[in-house]
């Protein structure tokens, strides 16, 4: 159960709230808790819905943002953002079961994307202490800056959501996953 109240309903959310869950129904067909909890703040709802919809017209792939997002939940061991993205990343990115395995392990089955998928890890592991040559790996697997920028803001954008996730232990509304991962 989750530690702050999910408005059961866009209804029984903050007015300020109501027409961004709207605006998340429209998009997903359905408004997963993670939104209904961070309802709570408008602010907070407002600000994570703008960057992610920024990053999502941005120059990285829904392919590539997904691996990433797998990455970092489970370095963050978010139960929540791993059942979502596993979920997202089958049925909307059309990732395989073998890929999905390997993002959550730090890497990808796709040399390019190992690339991206090692630098946010390095991002994550390192609290963005990464070197010169952290970047040029990334830039000589054919990444741009722009690109670059955006591997940053993700590892970013889905700290945001393992934390919130895991300070508030929000309920999962996906098919769940074990955040262990399977030797």
């Known amino acids: 159960m989750s530690r702050l109240p999910t408005p059961a309903t866009i209804e029984d959310a903050p007015v300020a709230s109501q027409p961004l869950l709207q605006a998340v129904k429209k998009q997903l067909g359905a408004v ?10 408008p602010a907070a709802l407002e600000g994570y819905l703008g960057l992610n919809g920024a990053l999502a017209k941005g120059a990285l792939d829904a392919q590539t943002r997904e ?28 990732l395989s079961d073998v890929e999905i395995a390997a993002n959550r392990n730090g890497a990808s089955t796709d040399a390019k994307a190992n690339a991206a998928i090692a630098f946010a890890v390095k991002i994550a592991s390192e609290r963005g202490q990464v070197s010169e040559a952290d970047i040029a790996a990334v830039r000589d697997a054919g990444y741009s800056d722009a690109q670059v920028i955006e591997i940053v803001a993700h590892v970013a954008l889905n700290t945001l959501t393992n934390y919130i996730n895991e300070v508030f232990k929000t309920d999962i509304d996906f098919p769940v996953v074990d955040v262990k991962i399977a030797a």
């Open 32 to 41: 997963p808790n993670l939104f209904r909890l961070v309802s709570n703040s």
């Open 67 to 94: 691996r990433i997002a797998l990455a970092i939940g489970q370095i963050n061991s978010c139960g929540y953002c791993l059942s979502a993205h596993t979920y997202l990343g089958k049925n909307r990115s059309k």
